[in-house]
DNA sequence: GATTTATATTAGTCAAGCCTAATATTGACG
DNA sequence: CGTCAATATTAGGCTTGACTAATATAAATC
């Protein structure tokens, strides 16, 4: 076990910024990056797997996260902000929800791959 | 359309803490926080990106990503110690592949849905 | 119109993450 | 054994992110 096992081709072109031709241009690596980067913190993915399918106030999910209001109210922002949940305000409450389909493909893979059920 | 649609039942259960029950432990999410956190960084991403499902040496990588040899080193660190990449020594060289087909699975889905190909 | 309820915003502090530069390790080869 | 090539590690400064506490907005209710 010792003669490089599984090497494909490697993929090195020349000028290195051919490279986002093949791995996609820096602007996809940009915008998912940010997108994994707002989802990535404990707290957000926590309201992300609470909010699911469903539509939740801001209320509903300080209570089951169990934090303050005004943190709360800045991770939402923060999700808000790259388009990854959807608010929806109604006389006093505001109602979250993710819009988006391929958020909720990541989230539900995401929880496939590390939750045991 | 002001009657709040699409709205299921709330699970805002008494006890926060059965939130976890329904919706993961919440070492469930420090792991999957962690491992996302580790691979929403631009260069990280673009490091995952690149490998696939191939087998690349440090210097590679350097080259393809485009930053210093120490940068790229600290970062191949932080994925090698999440467990999100996998190191082979061959003498002179390190080969880092992705072991995890749970991760080549997240990177393609990334992929799919962040760029256009 | 004053108070209460729900949410958002701001300011300040503290910790974490990232990059650069320099140095250390490890193996190959003369 | 000394040098080169490939990779890793450390230290330093700098920027960003997160939480707390306090304040602001906005709508409802009395």
């Given amino acids: ?11 090195a072109p020349a000028a290195s910024e051919d490279i986002f031709d093949l791995i996609g241009k820096s602007e996809n690596i940009r915008e998912a990056s940010a997108a994994m980067q707002a989802m990535a ?3 957000r993915l926590k309201i992300l797997c609470l909010v ?3 539509e ?5 999910i300080v209570e089951a996260v169990g934090t303050t209001q005004s943190n709360i109210s800045q991770h939402l922002a923060v999700l808000r902000d ?13 109602f979250y929800r993710i819009e988006d389909p391929r958020i909720l493909k990541i989230i539900a893979i995401t929880r496939e791959i590390f939750c045991s059920f």
């Fill in 82 to 94: 790259q388009g990854i949940l959807q608010a929806r305000k109604e006389a006093n409450k505001v």
């Fill in 52 to 54: 699911g399918n469903q």
């Fill in 1 to 11: 076990m010792s003669a490089r096992p599984n090497r494909k081709k490697a993929a």
């Fill in 56 to 60: 939740l106030s801001v209320l509903e």
């Fill in 41 to 43: 913190h404990p707290l």
